[in-house]
Structures are given as C-alpha cells and as structure tokens.
C-alpha cells in the first residue's frame, strides 16, 4: 500500500499496527514467565483467559480523533486488537497464575506445581 500512496498519505499511517506483540518465555525454578512487550497501553485493555489449560492473553484499543481547524475537519478512528493463545503444560498451577503491566511489559506468572518442583538434595547416612 505504501507503493501506491507514499509513506504518509493524509497522515495516519503512521499509527498502523498489524503486529502481534512478542513475547519472551523463561523456564524458571519456580515456575515460567511470560512477557509481552505492548508498550502505550493500560492493564484495563487486556484480557487474560484460562480455558482447558490453554491460557489466552487478548486485546481490543478503540480510538477516534477528531480535529477541527478554520476551514476544515480531520477525524481518525483505529482499532488495534490481538489474540495468543498458550497450552499450559501439565506442570503449571493455572488456579495461581499472576498478571502485572508495567513499563509497557505484561508479565505472566506462571508457577509449576509442587510436585514439579525440584526435590531438595537428601542425605544419606551410612550405617
């Protein structure tokens, strides 16, 4: 499209946003750790969904603009939305899952179950 009308027809393009956010998942000790980095939004936009042990971390943004100056009106709306969808290993604790945004990162905890948690080092006396 931008082949067709320059890198900024009328303004606007700027703001478009086809991506789906990324997203960094750490194997911890305790349990994994998901971040999204969606920066410019507010915990309020989020969903965040388990159903069947498939954890869903959704979005919809709706925003509308409008500018009024001497001879002339310029309005804008735009919707930014994504889905991802996770399969939980059997090795998580989905009724303890945490959320928190901040700095634009949505960080998901998620903690392993506690007989998947690594057994502590047993000494063995000799007799």
């Known amino acids: 499209m931008n082949d067709f ?11 478009w946003n086809t991506a789906v956010p990324a997203v960094n998942i750490k194997d911890n000790t305790e349990g994994f750790e998901l971040e999204l980095a969606v920066p410019g ?3 309020e936009d989020f969903t965040v969904e388990i159903d069947n042990d498939v954890l869903t971390i959704a979005s ?3 925003t509308e603009n409008e500018e009024n100056k001497d001879n002339y009106t310029r309005k804008e709306f735009s919707f930014t939305s994504f889905k991802r969808a996770f399969t939980l290993p059997e090795t998580v604790d989905g009724s303890k899952i945490d959320a928190k945004y901040e700095d634009g990162i949505l960080k998901l905890m998620l903690p392993k179950k506690q007989e998947a948690l690594p057994k502590p080092k047993r000494l063995i006396e000799i007799g």
Do not use: R
């Open 5 to 15: 009308m320059g890198p900024d027809w009328f303004g606007g393009t700027e703001k």
């Open 41 to 43: 939004m507010k915990k």
């Open 60 to 62: 919809e943004v709706k």
